[in-house]
């Protein structure tokens, strides 16, 4: 088995995994954008379906009530990405706990959604409610017996990317979808550090037409070792 995964993880991917309907879980909403929007740009172009479940509401139990702005920014990102559908869970920011009842609603979407390719958090990533959404999309998956999925990389990159994804044809797009969240624009420098992300992705490669890129960890999900499988066993 772990030679199998050194292959995945020595083969690079160079264009857009084949998808028909693609679904995406966000921590939050900008995630979506922060870690694979122009992977999601390049799908909505090609007429790809769409479907987008962010984890949290926008609420914080000790912080003023900013879910109505955050869920009106998600849906401006919506209509740039050309989103099928939406759907926001009624979880606080901060709060994500890795459960049986977390799963199944995972699960559930999975099942409604019959996605070609998920998008999730990677499985390193440092912020407590990626993480807890990253575990948990991977087993809501590995019950439901396979499938692809993309990790995405938000607060640290991924240690071991194997797919990169020219993003440098709809990088104004993608721009454009970021500052849909002038809300977290507002407390974060994100747009410089997104545009500076993508351009240290697309900095090893010596093509020209690679000036920004996306980078994630493609796999199938019968490929994720015992090492990585979660604490939760049907």
């Not at 509401?57 to 955050?70: A, E, H, P, Q």
């Not at 454009?176 to 545009?195: E, F, H, T, W």
């Amino acid at each position: 088995m772990s030679q199998k995964i050194n292959e995945i993880h020595t083969k690079k991917h160079f264009i857009l995994p084949d998808a028909q309907r693609v679904l995406v879980f966000a921590p939050h909403m900008d995630d979506e954008s922060i870690g694979c929007g122009g992977a999601l740009l390049m799908y909505g172009n090609i007429g790809c379906e769409l479907s987008i479940v962010f984890m949290t509401n926008g609420k914080k139990d000790y912080l003023k009530d900013t879910s109505s702005v955050r869920e009106d920014e998600s849906l401006n990102a919506k209509n740039i990405l050309r989103a099928k559908n939406i759907t926001i869970f009624d979880l606080f920011d901060n709060s994500l706990q890795l459960t049986e009842e977390l799963i199944e609603r995972i699960y559930n979407q999975i099942t409604y959604n019959k996605p070609d390719i998920i998008f999730a958090p990677h499985l390193n990533d440092l912020h407590h409610d990626h993480l807890v959404t990253g575990m948990a999309v991977t087993e809501a998956l590995r019950r439901k017996g396979g499938g692809k999925i993309a990790y995405y990389e938000i607060w640290n990159p991924i240690p071991n990317p194997n797919c990169y994804i020219n993003i440098t044809k709809v990088i104004n797009q993608k721009i454009k979808l970021i500052k849909c969240y002038q809300s977290q624009l507002k407390r974060y420098n994100l747009l410089k550090l997104i545009l500076a992300l993508n351009s240290y992705r697309a900095a090893m490669f010596q093509l020209k037409q690679f000036r920004f890129a996306e980078a994630f960890l493609l796999q199938s999900i019968e490929d994720i070792t015992e090492d990585n499988s979660l604490i939760f066993k049907k």
